[in-house]
T-cell receptor, first 109, second 114 residues
Framework: GQNIDQPTEMTATEGAIVQINCTYQ??????LFWYQQHAGEAPTFLSY??LDGLEEKGRFSSFLSRSKGYSYLLLKELQMKDSASYLC??????????WGAGTKLIIKP | DAMVIQNPRYQVTQFGKPVTLSCSQT?????MYWYQQKSSQAPKLLFH???????NEADTPDNFQSRRPNTSFCFLDIRSPGLGDAAMYLC?????????????FGPGTRLTVL
């Protein structure tokens, strides 16, 4: 079966750095997405990785290792508004998105 | 601004009473998706349209139906809602189904079944 694993919940301090990990086992691979979802709202796109390595976009970076079936999302200079769930999703060989359950990130002052 | 719109934002229905949720998009995207999301769970794909081509997920109950009368609009019909159908329903669009094509989500409709 296809599976995406990510921690259920993480806590971090305002101004700090946090890394959210995601491991996946899918039938084929056509890219990995990270989405942010605030409570009661829709997911919004953060990043896309299809090649190994680090993609940086402002305070957010995403890393991919296809051989390890592993990705992480790195958030720097954390702000209170970063409190949200972060969902990892992989496009499989049929270009269907397989979603993780999300990591709830709690930011403390 | 180009966007995905869902109506209503909140819907309350009674057990067994049919309900229709609507989604419209101004992005002119080819693909439209319907997801069900329950609290602290991953979004669950119900079905998607690639243009007029309907694609149903194998585990989507027959109770759920969909219509896409034109490029801009897509509807989700729940014929006989049960208590287990209470959830957030998310509509999303993408330009194509390719690898890098991200999905754009509407704000969702939260369905309550009494």
């Amino acid at each position: 079966g296809q599976n995406i694993d990510q921690p259920t919940e993480m806590t971090a301090t305002e101004g700090a750095i946090v890394q959210i990990n995601c491991t996946y086992q899918t039938s084929g691979f056509n890219g990995l997405f990270w989405y942010q979802q605030h409570a009661g709202e829709a997911p919004t796109f953060l990043s896309y990785n299809v090649l190994d390595g680090l993609e940086e976009k402002g305070r957010f970076s995403s890393f991919l290792s296809r051989s390890k079936g592993y990705s992480y999302l790195l958030l720097k200079e954390l702000q209170m508004k970063d409190s949200a769930s972060y969902l990892c999703a992989v496009k499989d060989s049929n270009y269907q998105l397989i979603w993780g359950a999300g990591t709830k990130l709690i930011i403390k002052p | 601004d180009a966007m995905v719109i869902q109506n209503p934002r909140y819907q309350v229905t009674q057990f067994g009473k049919p309900v229709t949720l609507s989604c419209s998009q101004t992005l002119n995207h080819n693909v439209m998706y319907w997801y069900q999301q329950k609290s602290s769970q991953a979004p669950k794909l119900l079905f998607h349209y690639y243009d007029k081509d309907f694609n149903n997920e194998a585990d989507t109950p027959d109770n759920f139906q969909s219509r896409r009368p034109n490029t801009s609009f897509c509807f989700l019909d729940i014929r006989s809602p049960g208590l287990g159908d209470a959830a957030m329903y998310l509509c999303a669009t993408s330009r194509e189904r390719g690898g890098s094509d991200e999905q754009f989500f509407g704000p969702g409709t939260r369905l309550t079944v009494l």
